[in-house]
């Protein structure tokens, strides 16, 4: 195993230990609902071609907090970070390393339906 990869995996259990996908529904949802209230907003993904490798782009605002997800794929793996700074001065809050968040993210938005809206499918 590669040095980096196994430093990844041991970031990837820490994120899990700080967020589950219970808590990654709840917080789905509470985005969702500021986001139909108009008070969060999305940036338009952007994407980078170079040869067989690409870069991507995605963003946004919510509450107090702006933030990019960037990452790269290439022939040699990819390291998605999520950049979060204050909405308000620019001041940088966090680089987190985004692999599980990812995977948080796709988890609980796949399972929102079923547990969101009181437990009912949204009409």
């Known amino acids: 195993m590669k040095n980096g990869r196994r430093r990844d995996l041991d970031h990837r259990s820490r994120s899990r230990q700080l967020m589950d996908l219970k808590d990654a529904i709840v917080a789905l949802e509470a985005a969702l609902r500021e986001e139909a209230r108009g008070e969060a907003h999305n940036m338009t993904k952007t994407l980078l071609q170079y040869g067989k490798n690409n870069l991507h782009a995605i963003g946004g605002k919510l509450g107090n907090l702006v933030g990019t997800k960037t990452w790269t794929h290439t022939?040699?793996?990819?390291?998605?970070?999520?950049?979060?700074?204050?909405?308000?001065d620019g001041s940088l809050v966090a680089v987190i390393e985004a692999f599980a968040l990812g995977n948080l993210r796709t988890g609980g938005i796949s399972g929102w339906?079923?547990?969101?809206?009181?437990?009912?499918?949204?009409?």
Not at 75 to 88: F, K, R, Y
């Open 75 to 88: 022939q040699g793996g990819t390291c998605p970070l999520l950049l979060l700074w204050s909405a308000e």
């Open 113 to 123: 339906p079923r547990t969101g809206w009181r437990g009912r499918m949204p009409r």
